[in-house]
């Protein structure tokens, strides 16, 4: 079988021309022609965001191809490495492959693909400023209210697929990876005794209490956290759904972007979400509620749902998930002061939980 003709990606940004646009984008609209291009601004960060504005034909705008677009890529020195590779990959097939059949409020996307040779993903998309967004961030709490609302389209996204064939061997999303199976690579490195040992005497590890400071038992607990996982029913996950990664439209409906789709057990984004986004005084009265909510909109869509004391049991467990996240992300990547934001709002809920107790009742 030959390539696409927008093989192979570019892997540098000088790579980037119309010629090559053009083929990306025909991929959905087959008419389209970009004439030229500039180069507006570009984030550079995990990975790379370019803002493009396009000098496009009249086919490309009646496919609604906008003027301004986002690139996003892997144009930095780490963007080859395993692990951000295995990034790009999930990236892609959320937009590629999922949200096109099972929607979230998402930027609208004109391209997506991925080029094993090259270890490179590229999306191409909607510019949300242009759109008007509000873009979240961990500086900026959000009321329960807010959580509330994004809760009830996370519910319904998960209950397309909640423990569902298509999740199972043989089904349509097997292919997609076991989010926390995949992750095992990132844990092993960032749990080794120097790598771990720089986290916790950065700012985050001062945040946290010391008794999540202990490497041995970080790496029990995972390993219990993921044999815990496989007893869970499984869905299709967002994969990453902090506030760095959300946004609400001018109308108030929440927005979710950079995506990791895998497999695994809703509670999981549950958990990850709610206990970093909440400010540590409203989230002792307020998360309970809101795992109720979730409970309730996956019943709407006739979910089997487990009882509110067992889906808080399962997340306190899983919390150790956005605890590990935010203690070992490199500030290159999150800011430290994202970092240590989240990691102490996470900290202080796996207190609150006893999710070291919780995890070691689960069996060795």
Excluded at 4 to 24: G, N, Y
Excluded at 243 to 262: H, I
């Amino acid at each position: 079988m030959s390539r696409p003709s927008w093989f192979p990606l570019p892997i540098a940004i000088e790579e980037i021309t119309p010629d090559w646009l053009t083929a990306a984008l025909r991929s959905r609209a087959p008419e389209a022609t970009v004439r030229g291009l500039e180069i507006v601004d570009l984030i550079r960060s995990t990975t790379t965001k370019i803002r493009l504005r396009l000098d496009l034909d009249e086919a490309a705008r009646r496919a609604g191809i906008p003027e301004l677009v986002i690139l996003k890529g892997g144009f930095e020195p780490h963007s080859r490495n395993v692990e951000m590779t295995n990034m790009h990959e999930k990236e892609v097939r959320g937009y590629r492959d999922v949200f096109p059949v099972m929607p979230l409020p998402t930027p609208a996307c004109y391209f997506a693909d991925y080029d094993r040779e090259r270890r490179q993903g590229i999306i191409v998309m909607e510019d949300l400023v242009a759109r008007g967004v509000t873009f979240c961030h961990a500086s900026r709490p959000q009321s329960a209210e807010q959580i509330a609302r994004r809760l009830t389209y996370l519910a319904r996204f998960h209950a397309k697929s909640w423990g569902s064939p298509d999740v199972a061997p043989g089904g349509r999303w097997a292919y997609l990876d076991d989010f926390l199976v995949s992750m095992q690579p990132f844990f092993d490195h960032n749990v080794a005794p120097e790598t771990w040992g720089r986290f916790c005497a950065q700012p985050r590890g001062a945040a946290v209490s010391v008794r999540f400071h202990d490497r041995a038992w970080m790496a029990q607990a995972h390993a219990r956290m993921i044999r815990f996982t496989h007893t869970l029913p499984q869905c299709v996950l967002h994969g990453d759904i902090h506030l760095g990664n959300l946004y609400e439209d001018p109308d108030g409906t929440p927005g979710f972007f950079d995506t990791l789709a895998a497999r695994g057990p809703g509670m999981m984004e549950v958990a990850y979400h709610v206990s970093a986004s909440l400010d540590a005084a409203d989230r002792p009265g307020a998360e309970r509620a809101l795992v109720q909510h979730y409970l309730d909109e996956l019943r709407r869509c006739e979910v089997e749902v487990p009882s509110i004391d067992e889906a808080m049991r399962q997340y306190g467990i899983l919390l150790l998930y956005g605890f590990f996240i935010w203690m070992t992300t490199e500030s290159q990547y999150q800011p430290e002061a994202v970092n240590t934001a989240n990691a102490a709002r996470v900290s202080a809920a796996m207190l609150d939980h006893d999710t070291a107790g919780l995890i070691a009742a689960l069996p060795g």
